[in-house]
């Protein structure tokens, strides 16, 4: 399994910007997507965005399309998610996840980070 850290979260006020990294390593991610999900508390895990690894295709959840963006670096072996013009609803524990396919459903992916904490006053 790959071994996955993200880093970046903090509290930020309502409309600013801030971007969470995903350092991956271990096994290589080639063969694998990466995904972002979040979960609030009391709240279910929910799906934010992802991107495949080769080729860089990118899906967003409603609530986060227009907003955020997900990249990837594939030399630092690094996935980003650059959030902007964020809400008080965006706070929540981010993670990011790698797995054989790509799917909105958490339970769907393999490998998975410790999370960091995304802080969001209004």
């Known amino acids: 399994q790959v071994q996955l850290v993200e880093s970046g979260g903090g509290r930020v006020q309502a409309g600013d910007s801030l971007r969470l990294s995903c350092t991956a390593s271990?096994?290589?991610?080639?063969?694998?997507?990466v995904g972002w999900f979040r979960q609030a508390p009391g709240k279910e895990r929910e799906f934010v965005g992802a991107?495949?690894?080769?080729?860089?295709?990118?899906y967003y959840a409603d609530s986060v399309k227009g907003r955020f963006t997900a990249s990837r670096d594939t030399a630092k072996n690094q996935v980003y998610l650059q959030m902007n013009k964020v809400k008080s609803e965006d706070t929540a524990v981010y993670y990011c996840?790698?797995?054989?396919?790509?799917?909105?459903?958490?339970?769907?992916?393999?490998?998975w980070g410790q999370g960091t904490q995304v802080t969001v006053s209004s």
């Open positions: 991107i495949t690894w080769i080729g860089g295709g990118t």
């Open positions: 271990g096994r290589t991610v080639d063969d694998y997507a």
């Open positions: 996840a790698a797995g054989g396919i790509l799917s909105s459903d958490w339970s769907q992916w393999t490998s």
